[in-house]
């Protein structure tokens, strides 16, 4: 392991200002946000959507690092060039997503764990060779009921440290990704418990397996009410129990904390993110978006399958990262919406 190098690629995926582009769909969850539009699934539709967002002029101003699906890595943009090779001209380092899904847990009605180890080394090693110098692996924990249980904290914190392991063996980055769905009724006192409970297991894990804390990057879920829930916690409280939360268990040794949106609105992510960069002077980690939705919504669907939408779809691209990369900085206002 080359712990510098790690550092290296760790710190310029969380630079100042910058954050991360999920565009890690599998082609299953691509086909679900495809349909919703009326646009076809097919490998060229999602070649040409994908070739239209990392084409975007300027776009590493605001994103350090992309999250690519396996198709993605391995495949060419529309001018035939390779989008990591784009990626790398535009400043942006490329990574991977590496877990095969979250399946049913085993006599745990309800419940996911991630799976995706077996193999992981060698794919590691080959997604290496082809230019990803960053991973991420998605473990998912529902609230609800007696949800979660404790078998599934411990698979999941199990499987994510293992994966980071097995990462940093690679000289790739391992981003850490526990998400406690927002899907539910319940108060945001209960997703403060179960979110602190999930990352103090994962960091205990990371330690056994003896992952080093400054080649990797966090990638939570917001301490926030579930979205069917009356009575919804407001914008500075979700962002003072995030930061409650991630100051009792995430250590300091860890560069960056790169938030999920989860199904937040677009400009809901981007406040929150404000927020809790504007609580305090001096946290000791980057604290930075990881976004999928929040990032890619709107242009999406300005884009809508045709390719003559390319630039109005690439100014709203851009938009939205800037939009989050002053947020990462405390200094966005919804004002600057207006484009
Ligand atoms: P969302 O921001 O849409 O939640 O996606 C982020 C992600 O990468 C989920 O694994």
Partial sequence: M????????AQ???????????????APTCQKRFDALGIPSTQ?????????LVTTAGLGEHIGGAILFDETLRDETLDGRSFVEILNEQGIVPGIKVDTGAKDLALRPGEKVTEGLDGLDRRLAEYREIGALFAKWRAVYVIGGNCPSSACYVANAHGLA????????NDIVPIVEPEVLMDGSHSIDESF?????????????LASQGVNLEGIV??????ISGSGGSDRAGIDEVAIQTLRCLRSTVPPAVPGIAFLSGGQSDEEATLHLNAINNLESNLPWAVTFSYGRALQAAAMKK???????FGEAQKVVYHRARMNGLASLGKYQPGLEAI
């Fill in 162 to 169: 293992r994966y980071a392991a097995l990462c940093q063996a």
């Fill in 193 to 205: 418990i179960v979110t602190q409970q999930a990352q103090q297991l994962v960091f205990e894990a």
């Fill in 218 to 223: 966090l990638k939570p879920s917001m301490v």
């Fill in 2 to 9: 080359d712990l510098e190098r790690l550092k290296d690629t």
């Fill in 303 to 309: 884009w809508g399958g045709d390719s003559r939408n």
């Fill in 44 to 52: 060229e539709m999602r070649r040409e959507y994908r070739t239209m």
């Fill in 12 to 26: 310029a995926m969380v630079s100042p200002g910058k954050g991360i582009l999920a565009m890690d769909e599998s």
